[in-house]
């Protein structure tokens, strides 16, 4: 088992919802701002969102503001990302880690999220 593990991806129809997990070690986990990122190929891993450890502030990137839920269950380890509205271009594998780069473990294998038109 690694130390980050997503699941929840899979094929969706555009407009439709689909919400992402992330199993993290507790040595990544713990009380640190976690964060969801993307990914596509031929393109650099892009921030999605990002929690604080508390779960209090969240932050989202401009393309899916309104659309996704960044939250966090502190006693399970476990991160999730509720998507709505899912477009085209939302396609990627999703990744979960640390925010902060020295509190960051090795990446996971991601999940695929594809969206159709």
């Known amino acids: 088992q690694g130390q980050l593990v997503e699941s929840g991806g899979g094929l969706v129809q555009a407009g439709g919802s689909l919400r992402l997990s992330c199993v993290a070690a507790?040595?990544?986990?713990?009380?640190?701002?976690m964060a969801w990122y993307r990914q596509t190929p031929g393109k650099e891993r892009e921030l999605v969102a990002t929690?604080?450890?508390?779960?209090?502030?969240?932050n989202y990137v401009d393309s899916v503001k309104g659309r996704f839920t960044i939250s966090r269950d502190n006693a399970k380890n476990t991160l999730y990302l509720q998507m709505n509205y899912l477009t085209p271009e939302d396609t990627a594998v999703y990744y979960c880690?640390?925010?902060?780069?020295?509190?960051?473990?090795?990446w996971g294998r991601g999940t695929q999220v594809t969206v159709s038109s």
């Open positions: 929690i604080s450890g508390g779960g209090i502030s969240t």
């Open positions: 880690n640390a925010f902060e780069y020295i509190a960051q473990g090795p």
């Open positions: 507790p040595s990544i986990f713990k009380l640190n701002t």
